[in-house]
């Protein structure tokens, strides 16, 4: 009689462990918040993308409703405009028709791990009289709802998968016990 070689009881031990209904628990649920995770951060990312869908065609009627105006002043009037009325005024354009916007696209990978994306504006007013050229606008979020992060698939695997190897590593241990003592 031969000894049994390490594949032989590599499988069967797979067998005996594969048949724990503790085991299958703990997958399917890590499986399941791992598409959870995935499915938050892609609405977010969806989200942050129609905002800034949103923003442009918003700058797009400003601009066209400032066009507007300049051919409605281009006509010669009884009296002189003050500047701040006139967008054909270059400073007066500069200081309050000017309108742009600074944008912070998604990357492809964001539906995975939102990462900073919900800390930082995905936008920024572009203004000439700040000293940096943007002006510094933040999106509120309660800060009680970002203590841990956004449950994205970033989250499970930095959080819940520690705690399933952990978990499944001592059903293993025990497993392989309890098959050693009562055999």
Known sequence: MSAPGFFALLRWEL????RSRLLWLVLGLLALAMLWGADSGAALHRAQDAAIAQARAADRAWLEQTRERARGYAQPAAEPLP??????????Y??????AQAYKPNLPSSPLAVGASD????????KLETPFGVEPVY??????SLGLGRFDLGF???YLLPVATILLAAL????????????
Not at 139 to 144: G, K, L, N, Q, V
Request: net charge positive; glycine share 6%.
């Open 15 to 18: 067998r005996q462990v594969g």
């Open 119 to 126: 800390l930082l504006p995905t936008r920024l007013p572009v």
């Open 172 to 183: 293993l241990g025990a497993s392989s016990a309890t098959t050693a003592c009562c055999a």
């Open 83 to 92: 500047y701040w009325q006139d967008p054909t005024d270059v400073a007066g």
């Open 156 to 158: 499970v695997l930095a």
């Open 94 to 99: 500069s200081r309050y028709f000017l309108r």
């Open 139 to 144: 999106d509120f979020e309660p800060p009680r």
